[in-house]
């Protein structure tokens, strides 16, 4: 047995308990079927101030489905960890795809490293804490190997920061920024 089931099986056996299971049964609903990176995208679209930055996290969101979903997944075609490993128990709704990289965490890290990018830092960090969470909550209901959720991290990273760029016009990202964005 390698470390990443290792860590699955420990995150079960000593970290799960009644309550993180339904408050982790909850974050990671977020991220199904991109659901609170395309409320993102549409409400950063709807305000004019965030319209351009909404532009570049549609794009990155884009980005990402088409390398992690429609690329990678039948590429790399990973079995998801509770069909091998007898003992790991899901705690969430069975996925219908393949394992390698975690779409949640490639989508929510895809709209996140766009605000980063663009918007207030207060923005910014709360996008990627709130991606690292659900990223995270796929660990922990056993839908995900960790470098599954690694590499979806890291796409969903990359489609950002090229969404930003390409919608910059090859510039360098700026930050909008705001007095109290210190």
């Known amino acids: 047995m390698g470390w990443e089931e290792r860590f699955l099986l420990f995150l079960q056996e000593s970290v799960r308990n009644p309550l993180l299971d339904k408050v982790m049964q909850f974050v990671t ?16 679209l709807c305000i004019k101030k965030y319209r351009r ?3 570049a996290a549609a794009l990155s969101l884009s980005l990402d489905f ?3 979903n429609l690329i990678l997944k039948n590429l790399v ?8 490993l007898e003992e790991l128990i899901l705690i969430t709704k ?3 795809d393949l394992s390698f990289p975690s779409g949640h965490a490639g989508a929510c890290f895809a709209v ?9 830092r207060r923005f910014g ?15 922990y209901v056993g839908a995900h190997y960790p470098t ?18 390409l919608l910059q016009g090859g510039k360098q990202v700026q930050k909008n920024t705001e007095e109290s964005d210190v």
């Open 77 to 84: 075609a990973r079995i998801r960890p509770y069909d091998i």
């Open 112 to 120: 996140a490293s766009v605000m980063f990018l663009c918007l207030p």
């Open 66 to 68: 088409l390398v992690v």
């Open 94 to 96: 069975r996925p219908s």
């Open 53 to 55: 930055t909404g532009a």
């Open 125 to 139: 960090i709360g996008a990627l804490v709130t991606a690292g969470l659900i990223s995270f909550s796929r660990l």
């Open 29 to 44: 609903a977020l991220g199904d079927a991109g659901f609170l990176a395309i409320l993102v995208c549409i409400v950063l």
């Open 148 to 165: 599954d959720v690694l590499g979806g991290m890291l796409i969903g990273c990359i489609t950002g920061w090229a969404a930003c760029r």
